[in-house]
């Protein structure tokens, strides 16, 4: 009986020990679940202040017509191109993100 009643024990103990097993890998889920929401809000706000550089940068090109300035605004065509790419794809990959996180 002896040996039963410390088998018991130990059964306790396991079951006590598993709980507290499960316990941890519940609160390392939600540490890495909280960890991952931080990396993409970092993300999305350094994306979105790229995304403003890039609109103060096209800004400063326009005079107060919404014109390109001179001198030789065709010549800036090539660069102002570049620039609304770069600005479209990071508008994409702040909405692919939004899309993704409202899921």
Same mark, same amino acid.
């Given at each position: 009986k002896k040996n039963s009643a410390e088998g018991n024990t130990v059964f306790v103990c396991n079951e006590r020990k598993g709980s507290e097993e499960q316990s941890d890998t519940h609160l390392q889920w939600q540490l890495n679940l909280l960890t991952h929401i =931080? %990396?993409?809000? %970092? /993300?999305? *706000? !350094?994306?979105? +202040?790229?995304? /403003?550089? /890039?609109? +103060?940068?096209? /800004? !400063?090109?326009? +005079?107060? *017509?919404? =014109?390109l300035e001179p001198p030789d605004p065709l010549a800036r065509l090539p660069q102002l191109k570049r620039r609304i790419k770069q600005l479209l794809i990071d508008m994409g990959k702040v909405q692919q993100i939004a899309t993704l996180c409202s899921v």
């Amino acid at each position: 009986k002896k040996n039963s009643a410390e088998g018991n024990t130990v059964f306790v103990c396991n079951e006590r020990k598993g709980s507290e097993e499960q316990s941890d890998t519940h609160l390392q889920w939600q540490l890495n679940l909280l960890t991952h929401i =931080e %990396n993409v809000q %970092n /993300e999305v *706000t !350094s994306r979105m +202040d790229l995304i /403003e550089k /890039e609109v +103060d940068v096209l /800004e !400063s090109w326009l +005079d107060f *017509t919404g =014109e390109l300035e001179p001198p030789d605004p065709l010549a800036r065509l090539p660069q102002l191109k570049r620039r609304i790419k770069q600005l479209l794809i990071d508008m994409g990959k702040v909405q692919q993100i939004a899309t993704l996180c409202s899921v």
